[in-house]
C-alpha cells in the first residue's frame, strides 16, 4: 500500500488550520447567496410571467444541486479519510469514481430533460407562455448540467485533500460568469441575441460549463496529494457503496428542505399571503448568516475525515470544538442583527405593512434557533466525516420534518406569532438528539482511535 507523506491536516495547529481551509469556501459560498438573488432580479424583469416559470422550475434545480452536492460530500468524507489512513491508492480510486459518477448523474439528468420537462410543467400551469418559457428553461438547464456535476465532483475532491483555494476559484468562475452574461443573453446587450427566460437558462449553464472546464485543467495539470488515473482502472461497487453511504443521506438531506417549505406555506396560507412571503423573505435573508457556517463545514470537514481515517481522536474532537466556537460567534452576531433590525432587513423586499407587521416578530422568534441550529450542523458534518451519513439524515428528517410540521400545525390554533417557534424549538430537539448520537459515537467507535497521536 503506498504511504502518504505528512499533511498539514494531521499537523498543523488546528485553529489556523481551519481558518485557513474554511475562509475561501466561505467567501464563495456568500458569492453564491449574492448570485442566487441577482439572478432572480434579472428575471423578474422581463415579466411576472417569467418569474413564475422559473419559480416553477427551481425545486427541479435544487434536485440536481443536491444530487451533485450530496455525491460531493460522499467523494469528501471516503477521500479524506483514505488520505487519513494513508491508503494514497484508495483515495486516488474515489476521486476517479468521483468523476465517473459526475458523468452518469448528468446523463440520467439530461434524458429526464428531454422526457419530463412538459409534462412537469402541464401539472403546474396552463399558461402558454408561462408553459413555453419554463420548459425551454429547465431543458436547457437538465440537457446541459454536466458542468455542474462534474465540477462540484471535482470541487469537492480537492477540498479533501486541504486545497481550499482552486475549488473557491471553480464557483467564483461560475457564479460571475452568471451574472454578467445574465442580462446579456436575457435583455439582448451589444451582439447578445434578446431571448429572454432561455437566456437565463443558456448564462447558467455556461458558467457551469467554463468552471467545469477550469476545474479540470487544475486536477489534471497542476500537482495535487493525489491524482485521478485512468490507466488500470476498474469500477468498484465497494467503493461506490462507499461514496453513497455518506452521499445518499446528503442527497435526501438537501431535497427535504424543500417538502418542509411546502408543507409550511399551506399552514401559513391559513392565515395570510403575506404570511407566506414573509418567510420566504426569511429563507433569503437567513442564507447569509447560514451560508458562512455551511463554508465552514467544507473547511473543517475534510480535516475530522483525515483525523478519524489517521485514528487521531485528539485532533478530530479539537476540529470539532473550533468548529462550533467559530459558529457560535459568526450565529451570535446574526441572531443579534435578526433582533435589532428586523424592520431594515425587511425594507430591502419592498414589504407591504402587513408584511412589515408580520415579519418583525417572525424575524426575531425565528433568529432564536441560529445558535442551536449550528451546533446541530456541525456535529452533521461530523458524523458525515467518519461516514457515519445515516446518523446526518435521521437528524435532517427530524428536525425539518418530524418536528417542525406538528409543533407549527398545532401552534397555528394559537396564532401565527406562535407558528414561528416551531422553528427553535426543531432545532432545540435536534442538537440535544446529536448530542445523544455523538455520546454512542465516543464509547463505541471513537474508542478505536488513539487520545494520544
Partial sequence: MEKASPNKMGTAPMFRLIISMATPAMFSMIIQALYNIVDSIFVSQINEHALTAVSLAFPIQMLIIAVAVGTGVGINSLVARKLGEGDIKQAESAATHGLLLGVLSWIVFAIA???ITKPFFALYTDNPEIFEMG???LSCVMIFSFGCFIEVNMEK????TGNMIQPMIFMLIGALTNIILDPMFIFGIGFFPKLGVLGAAIATVI????????ALIIVFCRK???KIRFKGFKPSLGTIKNIYAVGVPSIVMQSIGSVMLLFMNQILVGFSTAAVSVLGVYYKLQSFVFMPVFGLNQGVMPIMGYNYGAKNKKRLLLALKYGCLI???????GTIVFWAFPELLLSLFSPTQEMIKIGVPALRTISLCFIPATIGVLFTTLFQAVGKGIRSLFLSVLRQLVVILPVAYVFSFIGLDAVWYAFPIAEVVALLTALLMFRNLLHNDFKKLDSHA
Avoid: K
Avoid at 475532491?157 to 479533501?160: F, I
Avoid at 460549463?209 to 477550469?214: A, D, E, G
Fill in 327 to 333: 459558529a457560535v460567534v459568526i450565529m451570535t452576531v
Fill in 207 to 214: 458558467g457551469q460549463i467554463l468552471s467545469m472546464v477550469y
Fill in 224 to 226: 495535487h496529494a493525489i
Fill in 135 to 137: 420548459v425551454s428553461y
Fill in 157 to 160: 475532491t480537492l477540498q479533501a
Fill in 113 to 115: 430533460g428531454l422526457l
